[in-house]
């Protein structure tokens, strides 16, 4: 990489603010505004991924995002001085909060052009990614001692390869409304979320998680269907927004879909049908045609959550990170299979 692509931003006390003598590229002109802007403004517009609802504009405050920023530092334990590099878009709060992050706790932020496939050459402490990244990235993830994986979820491929590798990442859950993560999960070594420090959780009469934090103004009620271990640990199971109620039962798609992983190896996603007797069946889809017979007896799957068929259909819709645009394909799936 050239270096004259990055950009340093260096909080430290003492040090010298930005490389100004290199000819700014875009992306590092937005990151030096959204720097300018935090220092300037109390409250901040972001938009929502649509975790707790439609997709929306909402306001986060400067001290929320302050205490957010101070409380992940602490969970990882990350001081004054800490060198991190920012490879995700500054639009948005991901990539907002990495350079927050730097300001507050007094960090070295090294930032490279947002891409799928971030390259760094020297060793740092801290890193945030999406899964998407570090999976194209796997061969520069030993110069970061430790990595947040948010976004989407870490499916078993990706852990068993940072098992592999002897890194030491986290996979975090938390939205926009949170202000990015409100727990994190050690990839490899723990089963369940933890919750960073000056949050509390419970769940509402649908077991989704609420949440309540001395950064957030109010507490926020998720679609995220849980199981509580104690009061500051959980195991996120899925959406309430999926569900599928085959029969009068109710099944996780995304629970489906982590026993699958290891047996089928294209991507693939569970949906379903619309279906006059179940009211909705159980489907796999995938974009290519699946060339192997899938052993369902060793996949530890109940025999309700086994899909009813399997469907190719190419072009499956997706979201600029790769997740799949799961209400936009059970749309086209409901067009094309109307119920018999």
């Given at each position: 990489?050239?270096?004259?692509?990055?950009?340093?931003?260096?909080?430290?006390?003492?040090?010298?603010?930005?490389n100004a003598d290199i000819e700014m590229l875009q992306w590092q002109t937005e990151i030096l505004e959204w720097?300018?802007?935090?220092?300037?403004?109390?409250?901040?517009?972001?938009?929502?991924?649509?975790?707790?609802?439609?997709?929306?504009?909402?306001?986060?405050?400067?001290?929320?995002?302050?205490?957010?920023?101070?409380?992940?530092?602490?969970?990882?334990?990350?001081?004054?001085?800490?060198?991190?590099?920012?490879?995700?878009?500054?639009?948005?709060?991901?990539?907002?909060?990495?350079?927050?992050?730097?300001?507050?706790?007094?960090?070295?932020?090294?930032?490279?052009?947002?891409?799928?496939?971030?390259?760094?050459?020297?060793?740092?402490?801290?890193?945030?990614?999406?899964?998407?990244?570090?999976?194209?990235?796997?061969?520069?993830?030993?110069?970061?001692?430790?990595?947040?994986?948010?976004?989407?979820?870490?499916?078993?491929?990706?852990?068993?390869?940072?098992?592999?590798?002897?890194?030491?990442?986290?996979?975090?859950?938390?939205?926009?409304?949170?202000?990015?993560?409100?727990?994190?999960?050690?990839?490899?070594?723990?089963?369940?979320?933890?919750?960073?420090?000056?949050?509390?959780?419970?769940?509402?009469?649908?077991?989704?998680?609420?949440?309540?934090?001395?950064?957030?103004?109010?507490?926020?009620?998720?679609?995220?269907?849980?199981?509580?271990?104690?009061?500051?640990?959980?195991?996120?199971?899925?959406?309430?927004?999926?569900?599928?109620?085959?029969?009068?039962?109710?099944?996780?798609?995304?629970?489906?879909?982590?026993?699958?992983?290891?047996?089928?190896?294209?991507?693939?996603?569970?949906?379903?049908?619309?279906?006059?007797?179940?009211?909705?069946?159980?489907?796999?889809?995938?974009?290519?045609?699946?060339?192997?017979?899938?052993?369902?007896?060793?996949?530890?799957?109940?025999?309700?959550?086994?899909?009813?068929?399997?469907?190719?259909?190419?072009?499956?819709?997706?979201?600029?990170?790769?997740?799949w645009k799961r209400r936009e394909i059970k749309s086209r799936l409901a067009k094309l299979f109307p119920p018999?």
């Amino acid at each position: 990489m050239n270096t004259q692509e990055l950009l340093i931003l260096d909080f430290r006390p003492g040090k010298e603010f930005y490389n100004a003598d290199i000819e700014m590229l875009q992306w590092q002109t937005e990151i030096l505004e959204w720097v300018e802007e935090f220092r300037s403004e109390e409250n901040f517009l972001v938009q929502t991924s649509g975790s707790t609802g439609k997709p929306k504009k909402i306001s986060l405050s400067k001290t929320a995002m302050i205490q957010s920023a101070k409380s992940t530092a602490g969970f990882l334990n990350l001081p004054a001085g800490t060198s991190a590099w920012l490879c995700l878009p500054v639009q948005y709060i991901a990539g907002k909060m990495m350079v927050v992050r730097a300001m507050v706790n007094q960090w070295k932020l090294i930032c490279s052009r947002p891409t799928t496939t971030p390259i760094i050459h020297e060793n740092v402490d801290f890193t945030a990614m999406t899964p998407m990244q570090a999976e194209n990235s796997m061969q520069i993830l030993h110069h970061c001692r430790k990595i947040i994986l948010g976004g989407s979820p870490v499916g078993e491929a990706l852990e068993e390869k940072i098992k592999i590798l002897g890194l030491t990442a986290f996979e975090t859950y938390g939205m926009t409304e949170t202000i990015t993560h409100i727990a994190m999960r050690k990839v490899c070594e723990e089963k369940y979320f933890k919750t960073i420090p000056n949050v509390q959780i419970s769940t509402d009469h649908r077991d989704c998680l609420v949440i309540r934090a001395n950064f957030l103004d109010e507490e926020v009620v998720t679609n995220d269907i849980v199981k509580l271990v104690n009061d500051n640990t959980f195991e996120w199971l899925g959406r309430y927004d999926f569900v599928i109620n085959s029969g009068g039962v109710k099944l996780q798609p995304e629970e489906i879909e982590k026993k699958l992983t290891p047996h089928i190896p294209i991507p693939f996603l569970v949906s379903s049908i619309p279906d006059a007797v179940l009211g909705e069946k159980l489907v796999l889809l995938t974009e290519i045609p699946l060339k192997t017979e899938i052993e369902w007896h060793k996949t530890g799957l109940e025999k309700v959550q086994i899909p009813k068929e399997i469907i190719c259909l190419p072009d499956l819709d997706k979201t600029d990170n790769g997740k799949w645009k799961r209400r936009e394909i059970k749309s086209r799936l409901a067009k094309l299979f109307p119920p018999g």
